[in-house]
């Protein structure tokens, strides 16, 4: 990197310019591709991306099996369930011709996959035996989206959508896996150290074709809210679409219960917009790319001693398991230090002469905490280091949430909230409230049976009508 590259970011107060500069700078997306919504990742942004999706994976792998279906599903499959298609029809993109020549049957690049996968369910699922079945898949699906697309949040190619879909004997035990399908995203974003809050959508915006629909909110520098993950019970909905039927203990066919529960990008977006500053990413030690960056000072004459001894501290670290880096270009620390702040690296290692001769090595957080760790204690004081740094960010993060999180009992106060947060608000479960909430305030309603650490409630007379409600959540997304 030549040094004359070094501008500085837009200030995160600029949230969406900040955002944008940050994705090409730290080498995250490379958004010049020449298709509206779809976006290239850099080799960097890469493998964040795996480390971000090898953490979901061991999490799923405990008791989900990873499958993989065809991205095209024919037109007569995707349009069996009348309220999915209706949910999704705007969106879809079709493949009609082979060629020159036009196809019998309109193929659909999968929108999201129910309809791919069901079928194939229809075929495996013999007996109550069988059940429950849990299975998910890491692919792209497409979205014609209409509203502004921007990388890893709106996308019109989502590259890393997760699904997750299974099949239960009943309605309860499918609630039950809704129940720990949430508990399973809350792990992956406190791995993340992403602060999250549960609620159930209203009737009206849950997933097309869902009994109800759960979501994972976060909520952004700016206040406005990101929905990072959703899980729905689809009841038997699609099981009677798709005929998923199994044999019960008495012999008799009955439909099964299914559910299905997904996360995108959106998660990587999150983990860069919480913890990021005006000098680039700040990585949780778990996803990092790179954990732990170490930069000889090799000013002067002992070059090769520092050298030899980088090179130790490298090897040790990475015996120990940890993702380490020297960095030994030719240029000044002080370029070394603001390429790999940029690239959010938890813990940066300074080796000189004066370390070596007393025995430590210097040790500076990615929030600039300082330390000394003791070179023969060396894996042992990095593993303290990392950890109180992601003790910090997380707890950074926590007090980003709660202080933008308000209570409301007014409209005026929910427009006064909404501005930079969102709030818990007395509503009475109407359309036509929440309707009106949007119009004087243009925040939705967009949940309710919060769960939240930082939950109050609210219960009370609704802010648009008077009548008795109970705590919903109020804010503006993206
Ligand atoms: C659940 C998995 C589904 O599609 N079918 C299988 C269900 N749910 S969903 O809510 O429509 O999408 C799951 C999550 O994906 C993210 N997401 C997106 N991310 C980036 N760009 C998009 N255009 C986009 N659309 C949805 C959201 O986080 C959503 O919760
Ligand atoms: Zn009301």
Redesign the pocket.
Known sequence: MAEEDQGALPSKGDFSAWYNELLWRAEIMDVRYPVKGLYVWYPFGFSLRRNVYDLLRLLLDRDHQEALFPLLIPEHELAKEAEHIKGFEDEVYWVTHGGLSPLDVKLALRP???CAIYPMYALWVRSHADLPLKIYQIVNTF?Y?TKHTRPL???RE?TS?K?AHTVHTTWEDAERQVGEAIALYREFYEKLCVPVIISRRPEWDK?PGADYTMAVDTVMPDGRTL????V?HLGDHFSKTFQITYEDVAGEQRFAHQT???????SIAALISMHGDDRGLILPPDPAPVQVVVIPITIGKRKDEVSAEAAGIERELAGAGFRVKVDSRDIRPGAKYYYWEMRGVPLRLEVGPRDIDAGQVTAVTRLGEKSQVARDALVAGVTGCLASFAATLKERAEAHVRTHIRVSRSMDEVLAAVGDGVTLVPWCGSRECADLIEEKTRAAVLGTDVRSAYLVDVSGPCVACGKQGSTALVGRSY
Do not use: P
């Open positions: 999201t996959s129910e979205r989206e949040i709106r996308l989502i959508f699904e997933f929905q990072i993950g959703t729905h299905c529960y997904g996360i995108s990008e959106r």
